[in-house]
């Protein structure tokens, strides 16, 4: 942590983004892979991926200290527990082990726990990582006769990455593996097994200050209960600098499939406008049949920024089709964030015209007022997030179903979904404690379309701690 004063207020507004995160999930009909610490997790599947995330660390993963953390959010009345510890162990010059244990229970039931490791070696030209990561989860759910059931998910992930950086030329591989056991429902329970490789290359070779070569290829394979899927995007591309212009042009090809990449950007003093068009492609599992579809997403995007000491402000307006959507559609983002002295917000808004997606729009905004007292170690700060949701009436959502969003010949009674967070807590240099109010002024959660669940929690203690040898 810092005693910026902008710095604290920065991170209370990171610790406000989990609603919208989750929210960015689901708003497309192509579920992509997560990338976290290194680690890939697997979005063929639909599995909701939040308690996957590893908790935030709040020091340098490359210090020349033994740095550990010691984080959780309580709720005893509820006997609820999300409890994390983290260490950076520094082991020799240029050798750093991080160490990361979670785990998370409800009325003394654990549900949750993960361990990770992950092992940095770093030189002037060159940095090779290796770490392990498991997962298990079991999370009670309710099944449509409203019976409970444990949606359940084991995963084993593994990463092996190595850089290199001379004078023109950058190379970068990295390989991940994942192997997950699940246990989900689609009218029964449905058990299966799925193993995941990942290999991203990337290379760039500089001809002069200006002008340079770029290659890029990224490679994926899944097999599970005998289906299998795979593709291998490769994009070459010639990139092209001059004072504050940046151009990129190059072909991407995949399979039989060959399209134009184009990204420029251009600045103005603290303006900027930018134009991006690319192809992307993801594996997506079919439930009614468990087979792997490959699925091509076209992205088209204009933008306009602003950036300054205190505000940075981004508007893009969007064209985005995919092989597994009937038509093409718009869509509107407006993403800006201020801080200044006491004072920070982060505003995201999101909008499309297309009748095929769960979610219409969305709003996020999360804002922090931190007082500064003189002559004082510590600083206390009030905080708040207010998302919203709007609900496309021809789908439900139900977290007890394979899809967890799927459309159907009727309209749901829930047009737009909200929530209002509330936190104040107290900041020193390496210690933070915080009391959060979640879903105020609401005494349930949507569960699902026709489903909601009490708001059970009065409040939650968050404390952070951070110790330095």
């Given at each position: 942590m810092s005693d910026s004063n902008d710095e604290l207020i920065r991170l209370n507004l990171e610790s406000h983004n989990k609603t919208s995160y989750l929210f960015n999930q689901v708003n497309t009909m192509i579920y992509s892979d997560l990338d976290t610490y290194g680690f890939m997790i697997n979005g063929t599947y639909k599995y909701p991926v939040y308690n996957i995330i590893p908790k935030k660390v709040f020091f340098n993963l490359n210090d020349t200290l033994t740095v550990s953390q010691i984080s959780f959010?309580?709720?005893?009345?509820?006997?609820?527990?999300?409890t994390n510890v983290a260490m950076s162990s520094y082991l020799r010059k240029?050798?750093?082990?991080?160490?990361?244990?979670?785990?998370?229970?409800?009325?003394?039931?654990n549900y949750t726990k993960k361990v990770l490791i992950s092992l940095n070696k770093s030189n002037?030209?060159?940095?090779i990582e290796t770490g392990y990561m498991y997962h298990y989860e079991s999370i009670p759910t309710y099944n449509p006769e409203d019976l409970m059931y444990n949606r359940s998910l084991e995963s084993f992930n593994g990463k092996l990455s190595y850089h290199y950086i001379g004078s023109n030329l950058k190379i970068a591989n990295r390989m991940n593996f994942e192997t997950a056991n699940n246990n989900r429902y689609n009218?029964?329970?449905?058990t299966f097994q799925s193993n995941t490789n990942w290999n991203n290359f990337d290379m760039e070779y500089s001809i002069n200050e200006n002008l340079m070569l770029?290659?890029?290829?990224?490679?994926?394979?899944?097999?599970?209960?005998?289906?299998?899927?795979?593709f291998n995007k490769l994009q070459l591309s010639t990139k092209y600098l001059l004072g504050k212009h940046f151009i990129s042009v190059g072909a991407t090809q995949f399979k039989n499939k060959e399209s134009i990449y184009v990204d420029y950007k251009v600045g103005l003093g603290a303006y900027g406008f930018f134009f991006k068009a690319d192809k992307n492609v993801f594996l997506n599992i079919a439930s009614d049949s468990l087979h792997i579809n490959t699925i091509y997403n076209n992205d088209k995007r204009l933008g306009f920024f602003y950036e300054n000491e205190f505000i940075d402000l981004e508007f893009v307006v969007g064209n985005n089709?995919?092989?597994?959507?009937?038509?093409?559609?718009?869509?509107?983002l407006i993403k800006s964030k201020l801080v200044y002295h006491m004072f920070g917000a982060n505003l995201k808004y999101m909008k499309n015209n297309s009748d095929e997606l769960f979610i219409n729009y969305s709003t996020n905004l999360n804002a922090?007022?931190?007082?500064?007292?003189?002559?004082?170690?510590?600083?206390?700060?009030?905080?708040a997030g207010i998302t919203k949701l709007g609900l496309n009436p021809w789908f439900s959502f139900n977290q007890n179903n394979f899809d967890l969003i799927h459309s159907f010949n009727g309209e749901f009674s829930v047009p737009s979904v909200s929530t209002i967070d509330g936190e104040f807590g107290i900041?020193?240099?390496?210690?933070?404690?915080?009391?959060?109010?979640?879903?105020?002024?609401?005494?349930?959660?949507?569960?699902?379309?026709?489903?909601?669940?009490?708001?059970s929690s009065n409040y939650l203690v968050n404390i952070v701690w951070i110790f330095k040898d």
């Open positions: 959010i309580q709720d005893h009345n509820k006997y609820f527990y999300d240029n050798i750093n082990l991080l160490t990361l244990v979670e785990s998370k229970s409800i009325q003394k039931e002037e030209y060159s940095n009218d029964k329970e449905v770029n290659f890029k290829s990224t490679y994926k394979y899944v097999t599970s209960n005998n289906q299998s899927g795979n089709s995919s092989n597994i959507i009937d038509e093409s559609y718009e869509y509107y922090t007022f931190s007082p500064v007292f003189k002559d004082k170690r510590y600083r206390i700060y009030f905080g900041m020193f240099k390496y210690f933070k404690i915080a009391f959060i109010k979640e879903n105020i002024y609401k005494d349930a959660y949507q569960y699902s379309s026709n489903i909601t669940v009490s708001n």
